[in-house]
């Protein structure tokens, strides 16, 4: 079974202590995904990043009167309205400067279409519109999972990546949650729907 190993979002917003949207202790993770990534385990491995126009559909600025982490509906059920965060080409959406990059085999923009929020690696918010890594993942595939943030993308990309019928693990120490609370009760989760949660 061909293993591979899927790195989210290990970007200047989320990991670096002044970005827009950082979750803690983000920054601790680098090396730790750095070694994982040299470490000749993986037959592939895959970066994402979230990549929003200015105008992007979750970002509370672009609603009047909304403030981060409210939430509103939307055609394709419930969005969470974050801060302004990895809009594209700015220093926020690029890559952690210690991340070593050279390692990865392609790299997925996810969140591009303004118009729909992207949590997942392979499906936008709908859960039908794929990113196009749902086409090579498609079942029978062992994959870990490491990054940010583990309640939010880990978790979606995760949950997908079951739904495709491949066997899925998620490296708990090298991925942080936007909360603990948050970052646990998505572990649990995905224990209960059939990922393996390694330390």
């Known amino acids: 079974m061909s293993k591979s190993l ?3 979002d290990m970007q200047n917003d989320f990991v670096d202590p002044n970005g827009a949207l950082y979750c803690a202790g983000g920054e601790q993770i680098v090396e730790t995904i750095n070694l994982l990534t040299a470490s000749g385990e993986y037959d592939l491995i895959v970066a994402t990043q ?3 126009p200015e105008d992007h559909i979750s970002f509370a600025a672009n609603h009047k009167g909304k403030k981060p982490f409210e939430a509103i509906e939307v055609d394709y059920g419930v ?3 974050w801060p302004v965060h990895c809009v ?3 220093i926020g959406a690029k890559f ?6 050279a390692g990865f085999d392609f ?3 996810k969140g591009a279409n303004a118009k729909i929020d992207s949590y997942s690696a392979f499906f936008e918010n709908d859960k039908t519109t794929g990113t196009g890594l749902e086409r090579f993942f498609n079942g029978g595939y062992e994959i870990d999972f490491v990054g940010v943030a583990t309640d939010v993308c880990v978790y979606n990309s995760a949950i997908d990546a079951l739904r495709l019928g491949n066997r899925v693990s998620v490296l708990a120490s090298a991925c942080v949650g936007v ?3 948050g970052a646990a009760k998505a572990l649990e989760d995905l224990r ?4 393996t949660i390694k330390a």
């Not at 952690?96 to 990059?101: A, G």
């Not at 209960?192 to 990922?195: D, I, R, Y």
Request: net charge negative.
């Open 6 to 8: 899927i790195v989210i």
């Open 50 to 52: 979230d990549w929003h």
């Open 79 to 81: 969005q969470v309205l």
């Open 88 to 90: 594209q080409d700015a």
């Open 96 to 101: 952690h400067s210690r991340l070593q990059t």
């Open 107 to 109: 790299i997925v923009r």
């Open 179 to 181: 909360t603990q609370e």
């Open 192 to 195: 209960s729907l059939g990922a």
